[in-house]
């Protein structure tokens, strides 16, 4: 089972502010959450990494609650170019599919952002 | 300044032959990856290298072989493909090793979109 769940797709507007909550419940303590970004024909790029609280940097914002059971990753004001795939990972997290192969992540949260 | 640059961006192929996926990191770090990516975006390691040296070697089949010459290049060789083989295929690095890499900041290439027909 994956640690992680995180909506299969998000809808918003450009300027709007978007949050994208990841729930891992089973996190462990000394894992860290990590947050990659992929657009359509590249490779995941890392967005940002935490471990709890708040971390900010020049793309992105990550809240993490006392209880670390979830993660929220903020983009303060979307625009048409971060329309992408966005992947929550905590730890080195892997599960197997139904063919037994490891899987690091997906399918993530599909981002659209609309004029 | 392409950080991880692979080579060829598509390639598509009949059953039976064997490619050569390139990969090269001009960052300083010490270890690549390989990883598959099917089309439900289901993101699996396949190698890791630190050093040269093969660290994870997941459940592939020996018709995959990677080989790194130095540190910066990790190159995917395989053999006999098959239908199945198609998917896209990325090459990554990062500074330190940390399993499967996505744990830490690792960098991609933009990916190889291997077809076989």
């Known amino acids: 089972l994956a640690k992680t769940t995180q909506p299969i797709s998000m809808d918003s507007y450009e300027g709007q502010e978007v949050n994208i909550t990841c729930s891992h419940n089973?996190?462990?303590?000394?894992?860290?959450i990590t947050w990659y970004q992929q657009f359509p024909s590249q490779g995941p790029r890392f967005i940002i990494q935490?471990?709890?609280t708040k971390v900010t940097n020049e793309v992105a914002s990550l809240f993490i609650p006392a209880d670390r059971k979830s993660s929220t990753l903020s983009l303060p004001r979307v625009s048409l170019s971060d329309t992408a795939v966005y992947y929550c990972?905590?730890?080195?997290?892997?599960?197997?599919?139904?063919?037994?192969?490891?899987?690091?992540f997906g399918p993530g949260t599909s981002l659209s952002a609309t004029p | 300044d392409t950080a991880v640059s692979q080579t060829p961006k598509y390639l598509v192929t009949q059953m039976g032959n064997d490619k050569s996926i390139k990969c090269e990191q001009n960052?300083?770090?010490?270890?690549m990856y390989w990883y598959k990516q099917d089309s439900k975006k289901f993101l699996k390691i396949m190698f890791s290298?630190?050093?040269?040296?093969?660290?994870i070697n997941e459940t592939v089949p020996n018709r995959f072989s990677p080989k790194s010459p130095d540190k910066a290049h990790l190159n995917l060789h395989i053999n006999s493909l098959e239908l199945g083989d198609s998917a896209v295929y990325f090459c990554?690095?990062?500074?330190?090793?940390?399993?499967?890499?996505?744990?830490?900041?690792?960098?991609f290439g933009q990916g190889t979109r291997l077809t076989v027909v």
């Open positions: 990554a690095s990062s500074h330190v090793s940390l399993g499967t890499g996505l744990n830490t900041e690792a960098f």
């Open positions: 089973n996190i462990a303590t000394n894992d860290y």
């Open positions: 935490g471990y709890k």
């Open positions: 990972l905590v730890g080195g997290e892997i599960f197997y599919d139904g063919r037994g192969d490891k899987v690091i």
């Open positions: 960052l300083g770090h010490d270890t």
């Open positions: 290298y630190n050093n040269k040296e093969l660290i």
